[in-house]
């Protein structure tokens, strides 16, 4: 069975702190994203990473990085948080553009920010 | 840029019935890929259904169905006989990017009422 775990359910940081997400998948895929999940803006991407230690910015990577040392991992990291990152992260990956690229999921991380 | 409408924030069905959800795309892509996820209550986010553009037959799983308009571009979801369990958000993707990236409507919030 294919999956997608992501570090923590819930977290709850101070602004300023550097927050880690992280996300692991066990199904050798070459592809991994990072979304941020808001009530009526849907599903928005922040970063994705086709390989090891490759990147490619999404739609709003402001204020994120990320880093891809090992192929089943993918970690987003929140340099110095701010209260307008408060928000449901979800991390999925799929196998490069063959046939229908489905993306899996991980269970989400839905981090405050105080 | 590719776009994904969902014009309808949040539905409601009463068990047993069909509901249809509705999802409208522009993509320049010649052929490309529609998806439906439904993310339960605190759950993860899954796979329904999924349409390729060259397929002139809708997909069907269970009692999920897609009418899938190319013309219109449009690629609604019929669910028939709708269980409590059907209750989630639901969001119309389609794959777009080099990289096989998904691009998501904002999402339908469906309740289904015993």
């Known amino acids: 069975d294919v999956k997608v775990t992501q570090s923590s359910r819930y977290l709850v940081k101070r602004t300023g702190e550097k927050v880690f997400l992280e996300c692991v998948q066990d199904?050798?895929?070459?592809?991994m994203f990072w979304y941020r999940q808001d009530p009526g803006l849907g599903l928005r991407l922040i970063y994705f990473?086709?390989?090891?230690?490759?990147?490619e910015k999404g739609d709003i990577p402001e204020g994120y990085s990320v880093s891809r040392e090992k192929k089943e991992r993918f970690s987003l990291i929140l340099e110095s948080a701010s209260t307008n990152q408060t928000s449901m992260y979800l991390c999925?990956?799929?196998?490069?553009?063959?046939?229908?690229?489905?993306?899996?999921f991980g269970p989400g991380t839905r981090l405050t920010v105080l | 840029a590719q776009t994904v409408t969902q014009s309808q924030p949040e539905m409601s069905v009463q068990e047993a019935e069909t509901v249809t959800l509705s999802c409208t795309y522009d993509?320049?892509?010649?052929?490309?890929?529609l998806f439906w996820y439904k993310q339960p209550p605190s759950r993860q986010m899954i796979l329904v259904i999924r349409?390729?553009?060259?397929?002139?037959q809708n997909a069907t799983e269970n009692r999920f169905s897609v009418n899938f308009q190319k013309a219109a571009k449009s690629f609604s979801l019929k669910i028939s006989d709708s269980q409590l369990g059907d209750t989630a958000m639901y969001f119309c993707?389609?794959?777009?990017?080099?990289?096989?990236?998904?691009?998501f409507g904002k999402g339908t919030k469906l309740s289904v009422k015993p």
């Open positions: 993707a389609s794959r777009g990017g080099s990289q096989g990236n998904l691009i």
């Open positions: 199904m050798d895929h070459e592809n």
């Open positions: 990473s086709y390989d090891v230690k490759m990147k």
């Open positions: 999925a990956s799929n196998r490069p553009r063959t046939g229908y690229n489905e993306q899996f």
């Open positions: 993509t320049s892509e010649s052929n490309y890929y």
């Open positions: 349409q390729e553009a060259y397929k002139q």
